[in-house]
């Protein structure tokens, strides 16, 4: 087998995943024009637009191999967007593409409003990390399995470690017409349900017990929930297409059609709109990439530049640190968002998994970059939908050099294109890769990895590097009459480029 799809095989991965934004940027993306960048922001872009470029061509492949419907993503460096798309089709006759305002139900990710609207009340001394929600809402009663165990304290709440249910005692996650429980009824059944396990003792994760912190921010703010996080963090960070619902009506065909898990004939059943109604704190809002791309850059500039904007520094920095392992390891919760590290990074992250609908969040702030993908599937295509890929191949391309200039340097994008399936591989993908090129096999569920790189090593020629730094095989590009690269030979065997890259 070549080395080069060593990579390319499919496999189940998992990872958690989450992140946060404020004012307007510079948005880059291929279907719009982006406005005038400074000329620090243009000279830094240039040492990871190969990453972006190798990023979109990788998505695009995938999403298709993977029979995903539509996928919408964006990349965000600081406080620029300075990748945005949508690839594939929204609706069911596949007539109205996806674009980064197309709207999607983002599920698990409203956790993070919740959050940062406890967070917010806890600043103004409203209650204690530490205070039992019991004797904070006395109407909220459930019966204790663990008669020696601590309080369901708030703390406990956000991070998935208070021994409650994962849900409350209503099919809602049942197919195919999703009844979600009224606050009223919701809060009656809890009387008759029982905690998992004793408060503090291991993780489960628990929409119930973020249905208990928004009835926390409503009693304790004086709103409806819903309109205290629009007032509280929605409308100052104009995240205008961030809703507690899925729209039905009024936003014409930018919202995404879900899609059920896909069957053996290869097709996928339409999932009929669901409202969360109680279960909203947990699982209820709509969103874009765009707008969580806002929620993104606010906690980036807030962590880079200190002091107070909504949240004090000190706070989203509380947030985001471990505050609950579990006794196996396995889990790592701050307050709402999921902590992690990899590869020396920390990673904070959240990500959606509805009826119909997949999304992630992740947020690597020594790095300040910020990855949003959603997709309209409810199945496990994409898993938390390619946020952990782009997250890689991202962390890698802000590493690269700025590729060298000048009379005797490679005019890499020569190369740069799709070259013809083999009986082994499907496609492959030469991109320019700093000051060298990357090939990849597609599709490929590890692109960081999974890609090869090729040092010149003459007039058109390059080798390929291995693992140890040494030189392996060499491919040299032959041209056409007319001076373009038409294919390579590497051992003899010749490989066709198919198409060309646009610079």
């Known amino acids: 087998m070549p080395a080069f799809i060593r990579h390319g095989r499919r496999k189940t991965c998992c990872a958690v995943l989450a992140l946060a934004l404020g004012t307007p940027a510079a948005w880059a993306q291929t279907d719009a024009p982006a406005p005038a960048a400074s000329a620090a922001a243009t000279a830094a872009r240039t040492q990871y637009r190969d990453a972006l470029r190798l990023l979109g061509i990788w998505l695009e492949a995938q999403r298709a191999y993977d029979q995903v419907p539509a996928v919408s993503a964006a990349v965000v460096v600081g406080q620029q967007v300075v990748w945005r798309q949508g690839f594939g089709h929204i609706d069911a006759a596949g007539q109205v593409p996806a674009a980064a305002d197309s709207i999607y139900s983002i599920c698990s990710i409203s956790k993070l409003f919740t959050a940062v609207a406890v967070m917010q009340l806890w600043e103004q001394g409203k209650f204690s990390l530490d205070d039992d929600i019991g004797k904070l809402l006395p109407e909220v009663a459930i019966q204790r399995t663990d008669a020696d165990s601590g309080p369901i304290s708030v703390r406990l709440l956000l991070s998935h470690a208070a021994g409650l249910p994962r849900e409350a005692d209503a099919p809602y996650w049942t197919g195919p017409d999703f009844s979600f429980p009224d606050r009223a009824t919701l809060l009656q059944r809890l009387r008759a349900q029982a905690t998992f396990a004793r408060a503090g003792g291991h993780h489960q994760y628990s929409n119930l017990g973020l249905v208990l912190l928004g009835e926390l921010v409503a009693a304790t703010s004086g709103q409806r929930f819903e309109d205290h996080v629009a007032q509280q963090l929605l409308v100052p960070l104009q995240m205008a297409d961030t809703r507690p619902l899925l729209p039905r009506t009024g ?253």
Not at 351 to 373: D, F, I, M, T
Not at 376 to 386: E, F, H
Not at 470 to 488: H, I, K, M, Q, W
């Open 251 to 503: 936003v014409g065909n930018r919202l995404a059609t879900g899609f059920g898990a896909r069957l053996r004939d290869g097709t996928r059943p339409p999932v009929a709109p669901f409202d969360t109604r109680a279960l909203v704190a947990a699982a209820g809002y709509s969103s874009t990439v765009d707008d969580l791309a806002r929620f993104a850059m606010w906690q980036l500039r807030l962590l880079q530049g200190g002091g107070r904007e909504l949240l004090k520094v000190s706070t989203l920095r509380e947030m985001q640190r471990v505050q609950w392992t579990d006794p196996d390891g396995g889990n790592t919760w701050g307050l709402g968002f999921a902590v992690s590290r990899d590869a020396g990074q920390t990673l904070v992250s959240h990500a959606g998994w509805c009826p119909g609908y997949r999304s992630a969040l992740v947020l690597v702030p020594g790095l300040q970059l910020a990855l949003v993908s959603m997709v309209n599937t409810g199945d496990g295509a994409g898993v938390l939908p390619y946020a952990r890929q782009m997250r890689q191949l991202m962390s890698k391309g802000l590493k690269l050099p700025v590729a060298p200039s000048g009379p005797d340097a490679p005019r890499l994008l020569d190369y740069a294109g799709r070259y013809a399936a083999q009986p082994w591989v499907s496609e492959l993908v030469v991109v320019p890769w700093g000051h060298q090129l990357a090939i990849l096999a597609l599709p490929n569920t590890d692109p960081a990895g999974g890609m090869e790189l090729l040092k010149p090593s003459g007039p058109d020629r390059f080798r390929r590097q291995r693992a140890d730094g040494t030189p392996g095989s060499e491919l040299v590009f032959e041209r056409d009459a007319a001076g373009a690269v038409s294919g390579y030979r590497e051992w003899s065997q010749r490989v066709a480029r198919v198409s060309a890259l646009a610079d």
